[in-house]
Nanobody, 124 residues
Framework: QVQVVESGGGLVQAGGSLTLSCVSSGDIFSITAMGWYRQVPGKQREFVAGVINGGSPNYGDSVKGRFIVSRDGAKNTMSLEMNLLKPEDTAVYYC??????????????????WGKGTLVAISS
């Protein structure tokens, strides 16, 4: 089992920046990928960014060029640097980890372990 806990959410003005953090624990050696997702109540979950072990980061179209994801395998952490924030970035952001098996970060496939989420609110 893997546990992930995200933190760093808050209220930011449009155009500002915010960095989210995620810490994983438990059977961390089974993790093959990690990702960030977000969801607005009443809407579908949206892929934000993800990194497969040994691969390059991938980003959702709506955040490309503004968000940066990074992983530190030694510290079992992942961060999401969010820049040029927009009101439409407002959502609950979730950290997720994938174990063995088929993993498609953009679709959330293979991501079995999820945090409880952290709220990011952007004011206009």
């Amino acid at each position: 089992q893997v546990q992930v806990v995200e933190s760093g959410g808050g209220l930011v003005q449009a155009g500002g920046s915010l960095t989210l953090s995620c810490v994983s624990s438990g059977d961390i050696f089974s993790i093959t990928a990690m990702g960030w997702y977000r969801q607005v109540p009443g809407k579908q979950r949206e892929f934000v960014a993800g990194v497969i072990n040994g691969g390059s980061p991938n980003y959702g179209d709506s955040v490309k060029g503004r968000f940066i994801v990074s992983r530190d395998g030694a510290k079992n952490t992942m961060s999401l640097e969010m820049n040029l924030l927009k009101p439409e970035d407002t959502a609950v952001y979730y950290c997720a980890a994938a174990g063995q098996g088929v993993t498609v970060p953009s679709l959330g496939i293979g991501f079995d372990y999820w945090g409880k989420g952290t709220l990011v609110a952007i004011s206009s």
